[in-house]
């Protein structure tokens, strides 16, 4: 039987470099050998702390790379072409799919949480989920599509054209920095960033955004004040996943705004009443953003903006990308960023 490399979690915290036997794809099914797979900030405690769905398993869903060997009855791809993957494999029969939102499946599974995912050199998904990449794009920004549909999608929930607001974002890692990216892309006119590790301030200055601020020197809300003469921002998006920050998108956001959840929350948050009539005054809407939005037959879903923009030289996720680790140190690289021994942006891992 062939086998392949894969890191392989057998309980909360025991993760291991192994041989594992090599995935046949079935009917329907596309076996894609892996160019890179970065760690999403979701999978250090899915490793480490909460576990997943099943053991063993192989985690790992935010992937490029290029195709291996197709299942009966798949056609259209070729041995060697390079595709970025929607790891969500939705069932296409709920009321969800049939409307074509498959993020919001009721019987859905994962490529990385619920199955073998790819922190190994080959995946198995169907060929459905898979995107073909265009020229242009490299295995390792493809491997970025995914955060940036992430990204992408959280600024769509505001429903706005963004040409002309005010955006502020509220934690600089992957994916608040991937959002003021398209933000900017968008139009808007003013972008705010904020967060408490200067490393990661000091990336986004680099990336043009001249207002990142050290949310530890000054108050994001007071900074928000000065900088739009007491308008607030249009949109805020919370980004951190942490208490602090909500209360602070909340509280930052002008008349008619929205502040969008986009950070995973790490705690309760309490919403103090002066601060619930004041939104209520403001008439600001709390949007709630989830995964993205992947089209089978549109080319206008998160997915294929993403790669497009990539393409058209638009969409430069290369300065996020800090590091790229092979698989055989992969284990060591993970422990480093659970421990925060290193800083760290986006880390892709390849096989
Ligand atoms: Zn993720
Ligand atoms: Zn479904």
């Known amino acids: 039987m062939k086998t392949m490399h894969a890191l392989v979690l057998h309980r909360v915290g025991d993760v291991r470099f192994e041989s594992i036997p090599c995935p046949e794809p079935g009917p329907g099914q596309v076996r894609v050998r892996v160019g890179y797979c970065g760690v999403c900030g979701s999978d250090i405690p899915r490793l480490f702390e909460k576990g997943t769905y099943r053991f063993p398993l192989v985690c790992g869903h935010e992937f490029a790379g290029t195709v291996d060997l197709c299942g009966p009855d798949v056609a259209g791809f070729e041995k060697g072409q390079i595709v970025a993957v929607f790891p969500l494999i939705w069932c296409g029969h709920c009321p969800a799919c049939e409307r074509g939102h498959y993020a919001q499946c009721l019987n859905y599974s994962y490529l990385g949480s619920r199955e073998n995912g790819a922190f190994a050199e080959y995946v198995v998904a169907p060929a459905r989920n898979l995107l073909p990449v265009p020229e242009g794009v490299s295995l390792e920004e493809a491997a970025m599509t995914e955060p940036a549909a992430v990204a992408l999608h959280a600024l769509r929930r505001t429903g706005r054209n963004l040409t002309g607001l005010t955006v502020a974002v509220f934690g600089c890692g992957p994916i608040g920095l991937l959002a003021a990216l398209w933000a900017r892309l968008g139009g808007a006119v003013k972008i705010l960033l904020f967060d408490v590790a200067e490393e990661k301030l000091a990336l986004a200055r680099s990336l043009g955004f001249s207002m990142a601020f050290s949310a530890e020197e000054e108050d994001p809300v007071s900074c928000i004040e000065r900088e739009t003469r007491s308008q607030g921002a249009d949109v805020c998006i919370e980004a951190a996943g ?110």
């Open 242 to 351: 942490v208490p602090a920050t909500l209360i602070q998108a909340c509280s930052a956001c002008g008349r008619g705004g929205q502040v969008v959840l986009l950070g995973n929350p790490s705690a309760d948050v309490v919403l103090p009443a002066p601060l619930l009539s004041q939104m209520m005054r403001r008439e600001v809407t709390v949007v709630g953003t989830w995964n993205s939005e992947y089209g089978v037959y549109t080319t206008s879903d998160d997915w294929h903006t993403t790669l497009s923009a990539m393409a058209a030289g638009q969409f430069n996720v290369q300065p996020l990308i800090s590091h790229k680790v092979p698989l055989v140190q992969a284990v060591e690289m993970l422990q480093a960023m659970r421990q925060r021994q290193v800083p760290f942006v986006k880390v892709l891992i390849s096989p």
